[in-house]
């Protein structure tokens, strides 16, 4: 198994780096937590998938709880999940507004313990294409040439 990795071009026209290619992570459908129950069941555990369901069930509810509550949570050797605020800019504290200034409230995941920066950046060299075969990616990007390269 191995992350998935798809090129696109940027067309935002407002962009400095317009017609430029990046490469991005295949979105793959993620896995239900009836799933994840079955899935770590079927590693060497004692535990039935209902019952590791209904801890995980549980923890799930209890994390969104202390987030909300403005509780940062550590899962070792995962994540310290958090939430993050975006906002603009007010010319002075006074005309800060929580309503017309906080665009949107996320939640976001930061590698911790083992599961590092350094072990993602090791995935690098396990990066394989998305489902497309190399003959099929290599047509594509030939053709996209072709098609932009302008006519003498």
């Given at each position: 198994m191995a992350i998935q990795i798809e090129e696109y071009k940027n067309t935002r026209t407002s962009s400095r780096t317009y017609g430029q290619y990046y490469g991005r992570a295949v979105d793959n459908?993620?896995?239900?937590?009836d799933q994840l129950a079955e899935h770590m069941a079927e590693h060497n555990?004692?535990?039935?998938?209902?019952?590791?369901?209904?801890?995980?069930t549980d923890m799930v509810k209890c994390i969104r709880h202390?987030?909300?509550d403005g509780i940062?949570?550590?899962?070792?050797?995962?994540?310290?999940?958090?939430?993050?605020i975006e906002s603009t800019g007010a010319d002075s504290l006074l005309a800060y507004d929580l309503n017309k200034n906080v665009k949107c409230i996320c939640l976001?995941?930061?590698?911790?313990?083992?599961f590092t920066r350094e072990e993602l950046t090791k995935?690098?060299?396990?990066?394989?294409?998305?489902?497309?075969t190399k003959a099929d990616r290599d047509a594509e990007r030939k053709k996209q040439d072709d098609?932009?390269?302008?006519?003498?």
């Amino acid at each position: 198994m191995a992350i998935q990795i798809e090129e696109y071009k940027n067309t935002r026209t407002s962009s400095r780096t317009y017609g430029q290619y990046y490469g991005r992570a295949v979105d793959n459908p993620p896995i239900s937590l009836d799933q994840l129950a079955e899935h770590m069941a079927e590693h060497n555990t004692p535990y039935s998938p209902g019952c590791i369901k209904g801890v995980l069930t549980d923890m799930v509810k209890c994390i969104r709880h202390l987030l909300l509550d403005g509780i940062n949570v550590k899962v070792d050797n995962l994540a310290i999940f958090k939430a993050h605020i975006e906002s603009t800019g007010a010319d002075s504290l006074l005309a800060y507004d929580l309503n017309k200034n906080v665009k949107c409230i996320c939640l976001v995941a930061q590698a911790t313990g083992q599961f590092t920066r350094e072990e993602l950046t090791k995935a690098k060299n396990k990066l394989v294409y998305g489902t497309k075969t190399k003959a099929d990616r290599d047509a594509e990007r030939k053709k996209q040439d072709d098609d932009e390269t302008p006519e003498p």
